[in-house]
């Protein structure tokens, strides 16, 4: 069965430090793609970052990394020095490319910045 | 503004109403999905259309739930006979078809809760 587990259901973090947040996935397919959103307390959820299965190096967008570990099928997200406005939940994801066209959602990890 | 909208951002009902959101994609998109998200977890996929096909439901998606999208633009999601177990915050979402790795957008939900 295909599945997102975040095993960090929440996470404190003093501002300006480097996070990691965690992600593993299950899935038998080879064509895939992996997603992280925020969420804050608002709602609405905010695209950060994306990996493609086939992609070989780590996708990077501004302060967000991904870590892809593909034989371990772990997608973590890293969040370089850390800011006040980075509080939230955030989900990680996965996209099966040859199936149904839904994203599968972990559970979130909550994150809080600590001043 | 360009993104995803949803209408109403908040409805109260009581049990046994029928009930009706409204999701705006973005206008190029061809592709609309439906999700719920209940307090502590992640979004769960209901069922996605492209243009005005429903080509995926969910097992979550009860008989008392219809979604429509009849001209390919706008599309509905409709409960009928709520119950108190279907409180949740519905996520409407857009995307292209293609290239199969572009991000769901998403709206700001609609607050559903079931007296």
């Known amino acids: 069965a295909q599945k997102i587990t975040q095993t960090q259901p929440g996470m404190f973090v003093q501002e300006k430090e480097a996070v990691t947040l965690d992600c593993t996935y299950d899935t038998s397919d080879q064509s895939y793609g992996l997603f992280w959103y925020k969420q804050p307390s608002s709602g609405e959820m905010i695209f950060l970052i994306y990996?493609?299965?086939?992609?070989?190096q780590n996708a990077t967008e501004g302060r967000y990394s991904l870590n892809f570990q593909k034989a371990r099928k772990s997608a973590n997200l890293v969040i370089s020095a850390s800011q006040l406005g980075d509080s939230a939940m955030y989900f990680c994801?996965?996209?099966?490319?040859?199936?149904?066209?839904?994203?599968?959602f972990g559970k979130g990890t909550r994150l809080h910045i600590l001043p | 503004d360009t993104g995803v909208s949803q209408d109403p951002r908040h409805k109260i009902t009581k049990r046994g109403q029928n009930v009706t959101f409204r999701c705006d994609p973005i206008?190029?998109?061809?592709?609309l999905y439906w999700y719920r998200q209940t307090l502590g977890q992640g979004p769960e996929f209901l069922t996605y259309?492209?243009?005005?096909?429903?080509?995926?439901k969910s097992r979550l998606l009860s008989d008392r739930f219809s979604a429509e999208r009849p001209k390919g633009s706008f599309s509905t999601l409709e409960i009928q006979r709520t119950e108190q177990g279907d409180s949740a915050m519905y996520l409407c979402?857009?995307?292209?078809?293609?290239?199969?790795?572009?991000?769901?957008?998403f709206g700001p939900g609609t607050r559903l809760t079931v007296l």
């Open positions: 206008s190029e998109h061809n592709r």
């Open positions: 979402a857009s995307s292209l078809a293609y290239p199969s790795y572009n991000e769901q957008f």
């Open positions: 990996q493609g299965s086939y992609d070989e």
């Open positions: 994801a996965m996209r099966l490319m040859n199936r149904d066209d839904k994203i599968i």
């Open positions: 259309f492209q243009n005005e096909a429903q080509l995926e």
